[in-house]
C-alpha cells in the first residue's frame, strides 16, 4: 500500500515533467514560426481592413488595404482613390487584425514595386508622386527604369499632352514615398 503510494507519486512528478517540457518545446515551436513571418504575410492577413500606414516623410496613409506585393502595399482611400505604398516609406502599421496572410506565391514574389509602377505607367492615368522633401509632383509616369521613374510633369487635371508637359523629371525609386492616383477633369 505504502509503494502503490510512494509509485502514484512518482508517476505524477513525472506525468507533470512531460507536460512541463511539452509546454516548453510548443511555446519553442510557436516563437520559430512566428519568427519566420515576413512583414509583407503579416500585413497581408489585414487585406480588406482599414489600415493606417506611418511614412518615413512624417506623413501618414489612412485606407482599405487592397493589395500586397513583395515589397509595396495598394491602399484605397476614402473617396476610392487608389495609393501605392513602397514598404520602404512604411514606418509603421496601425489597424492590423490578429490574422496572418499566406506566403506570397512565386509569382507574387516577383511583382515587385518597380513591375507595379511599370502597370500604373502603361495606364497612362495621372498620379501624384511624394517624394521625402517636396510636396508631390504631379504627371504621367512614361518610363521605370531599374532604380528610377520619369515623370511628365502636368496638371494632375490634364492628359498628359505635349504643351501640357512643363518637364520630364527622373525620380529615384528610393525617394519615393507614395504614388497616389489623381482623377482626371
Known sequence: MRWNQLFDDLSARFERLAEDDEDAELA???RHEQGAVAMVQRIGGARGARLRLRLVSGG???GELERVGPDWLLMR???ATEVLVPLAAVTA???LTAVTGEPLGSVDVRYD????LRAVARDRAPVSVLTGGDDGLTGTIDRV???FVEL???AAWEQRRGPAVRSV???PLSAIRLVRAQPLG
Do not use: K, Q
Not at 514595386?113 to 507595379?116: C, D, E, G, L, V
Open 28 to 30: 519553442d515551436r510557436i
Open 60 to 62: 501618414a496613409v489612412s
Open 77 to 79: 482611400e476614402a473617396g
Open 93 to 95: 502599421v496601425e489597424g
Open 113 to 116: 514595386f518597380r513591375m507595379a
Open 145 to 147: 527604369g531599374a532604380d
Open 152 to 154: 511628365a510633369a502636368h
Open 169 to 171: 523629371l527622373l525620380v
